[in-house]
């Protein structure tokens, strides 16, 4: 059976970072983020934060809260991985789905000041991050609508990321083997 890592945060967090960090000890890695920015792409919607924004939304209003979670799947059954880490969780319902299919799950919250997650999102350089402060604000609004806040708060492991690199690759690795033992049914 296979154990999913469903890593979990608000924009700039370093919940991708942290993925790759995990991932870096040999396991399949798959961005639900990235599943929904190709759905958007294959859809004909353009990628500035507004459109994805509402994109998002529009997604899980037609297809149900747990739609993200449907899009990753067949990359999660084609990996020959027993750890899958699902960079991207946003609400209960996907967390929900991916234990209805069998899979162990362990929920982690990266969790950083909002200050430093739009610095980060400043330098990042892609077309869906915010250019001001208030629009950081008005997506983590978007992003709380659809369940993140519920995911942080009942996350199995929180790692704070307001360090340096260095600090966040110490702290992953301190938390691995308690992400690794989580592998329960709940």
Same mark, same amino acid.
């Given at each position: 059976m296979k154990q999913l890592v469903l890593i979990s945060g608000?924009?700039?967090?370093?919940?991708?970072?942290v993925a790759k960090l995990i991932g870096e000890h040999g396991f399949t890695v798959v961005?639900?983020?990235?599943?929904v920015r190709e759905e958007a792409e294959t859809r004909g919607v353009?990628?500035?934060?507004?459109?994805?924004?509402?994109?998002?939304?529009?997604?899980?209003r037609e297809l149900g809260d747990d739609a993200v979670a449907r899009l990753v799947e067949k990359k999660i !059954?084609?990996?020959? &991985? %027993?750890?899958?880490v699902v960079d991207g969780l946003r609400s209960l319902r996907e967390a !929900?789905?991916?234990? &209805? %299919?069998g899979y162990f799950i362990t929920r982690i919250a990266v969790l950083?000041?909002?200050?430093l997650r739009y610095s980060r999102l400043s330098n990042r350089g892609r077309s869906d991050d915010p250019e001001t402060l208030r629009e950081l604000e008005e997506r983590d609004r978007v992003e709380l609508s659809v369940g993140l806040g519920e995911v942080?708060?009942?996350?199995?492991?929180?790692i704070v990321n307001d360090g340096s690199l260095k600090e966040l690759e110490e702290a992953v690795e301190s938390k691995l083997k308690e992400i690794l033992s989580k592998n329960i049914d709940r």
């Open positions: 608000m924009p700039g967090s370093g919940k991708t970072t961005s639900m983020g990235d599943a353009g990628g500035d934060i507004v459109s994805m924004s509402r994109f998002m939304v529009k997604l899980r !059954e084609e990996s020959d &991985s %027993k750890i899958i !929900e789905y991916f234990k &209805s %299919k950083a000041p909002a200050s942080l708060a009942l996350s199995d492991v929180y």
